[in-house]
């Protein structure tokens, strides 16, 4: 599975350096910016976001947190050149960081916490998917999984057990 990868980071610099280490493997999008890699992520399938914590305008915490409305399973990871506590408490509370990489960052270290991440992001995808194939399941054959009687007695659909 070939996955898209969106790199956020002010430094056009860092942005062709994750493009270099990852394109030969993925897609990989670049944006200068959170508020564009937000554009971004309302028209494509993000699998990954790196981003870079300090930049102007928007924080790399506050593009993951936005990012959660529209692309709930994306991997998140943060890099950063700071050890601001406060600020890597948020991010892990609010926004679900898969890791956090410190600049400056070993490129094959990264390359495999990005892999790591990319398989986590699938296992993730194929759970999903087989409790929503178990779901239609039970809604589909409710007789096997709930009598008349325990319905009765409960008052329960199957559709509320199922929610």
Known sequence: MQHTI????DEPANLRMVERLLRKD???LTAGSGEEALEMLKREQISLIVTDQRMPG?????????SMKTSPDTVRIILTGYTDTDALIDAINSSRVYKFVSKPW???QLKQTIEEALRDYEKQLEQKRLVDDLVAFVQSHPSLFITDSESEATG???NQVCE
């Open 26 to 28: 993925h897609r990989v």
């Open 58 to 66: 928007m924080t790399g915490t506050d593009l993951l947190r936005e």
């Open 156 to 158: 329960e659909s199957i």
């Open 6 to 9: 969106l790199a956020v980071d």
């Open 106 to 108: 070993d490129p094959m």
